[in-house]
């Protein structure tokens, strides 16, 4: 066993169309694509609709000769499906190594614990039992870095394998290098990667033999880091586990221009859902803050925006005491006549739960009565599903301004109403 370190980037391919021909199988192979939120741009292709034109960003509306002529499947996005089936994933590689959940369909694993003559076949193995247990196919690339381990994942995408590995032949890495151009790089973007064009260096084997001072003059900090990085010096450890947030947001754009009453609703919601995430991780908001806006793009149409931050008493996690003071900082902002496009909420200054500075305005018993009674909504809610108990301000019937999903799949694994149901 080496004591060098030895990265692995699991990531599963063309995650979103996955989940979804996942449970259609007469759907693989073929052209689908996948929509962002209220169904305006493409954020997934699979490969054949990619060959067909199909791009990422692309506006909905130019699909529909496709979609009209039967070549093109078209789904909404379906978070929870996401979700629920990259958390499967993850569970399976965890079998293997330690893992850094990175994104919904991307995590590191470090594989430093295996000799070196292993690590390739764990890393088909981590494959094959993703493969078998949830359905998924993914890639691994393999590096001594971070860095590096992303970029084997980039390769081995374009070879069409499943296992690529740079970190046992420094000196075949260095080759391949001298033609893999620098925006490849992760941590590299558009406009840093016009810098290094502009002083002549196109490939990473240039930018790894550039001085010191040269990169950091360039690049910064964090471009020399991802330089040490590429040269197999390890600086971005393994962290396992998400960090604390420090704030949480919820902002969505309307399927239609909502008015005073629906954004009352609406705001009920959104900080019903960002409380949740504040509970799960134990955690409690200092400030709460609501914006709103119209559609900027409606230029004949009255416009406004605003934004109101108000700071609570005493830290809390009551969806009632920050729901309330969601719809106060609402009513400072809100004009009678306009319509508007898009609501945010956002809460600062998160803080752990325990121990939580206590207020002046509520006792000791008021506040351990909405600690009470949060934790009894919450267990009612895991055991019996979300949104059992609820607050009267977000309504009882469907709500009309909710975003556009005009084209979702069922989610298979997380509703017992929408679960498969297999005929013999």
Known sequence: MSDEKVFALIDANTFYVSCHTLFEPRLEGQAVAVLSANDGNVVAVSPRAKCMGVRRGMAAYHLRGWRAQGRLTVFSSTWALYADLSQRVVEVLMRFADIEMYSIDESFADLSMYPVAERVKVAQAM??????????????????????????????????????????????????????????????????????????????????????????????????????????????????????????????????????????????????????????????????????????????????????LIELQAPTNSTRLLSQAARDALARIVREGYAYHRLGVLLLGLVPEEPVQGSLFLSQEEQARERRIMTAIQKINARYGRDTIFLGTVGFTPHAWRQRAENCSPRWTTRWREIPVVQA
Not at 127 to 156: D, H, Q, S
Not at 273 to 283: D, G, M, P, S
Not at 286 to 304: C, D, G, M, W, Y
């Open 127 to 308: 494959c094959e039992a993703v493969a078998r247990w949830t359905g998924i196919a993914v890639a691994v690339g393999i590096g001594p870095t971070k860095t590096i381990a992303k970029l084997a994942n980039t390769l081995v995408k374009r070879k069409r394998e499943r296992v690529y590995d740079l970190a046992t032949d420094p000196y075949e890495r260095e080759r391949l290098y001298a033609g893999i151009t620098v925006d490849d790089v992760w941590g590299i973007g558009a406009r840093t990667a016009q810098k290094l064009y502009q002083a002549g260096v196109y490939s990473v084997r240039q930018l790894i033999h550039l001085p010191d001072a040269q990169v950091r003059q360039m690049l910064g900090v964090r471009g020399l880091r991802t330089t040490w990085e590429l040269r197999g010096v390890p600086l971005f450890s393994l962290t396992q586990g998400p960090a604390s947030p420090k704030s949480i947001s919820r902002a969505r754009v309307f399927g239609r221009p909502a008015h005073e009453g629906e954004l009352k609703e609406a705001v009920a919601v959104f900080v019903t859902r960002a409380c949740e995430k504040v509970q799960r991780n134990h955690l409690a908001a200092s400030a709460i803050s609501v914006s709103l806006s119209t559609n900027t793009f409606r230029k004949r149409e009255p416009q406004h925006s605003a934004a109101c």
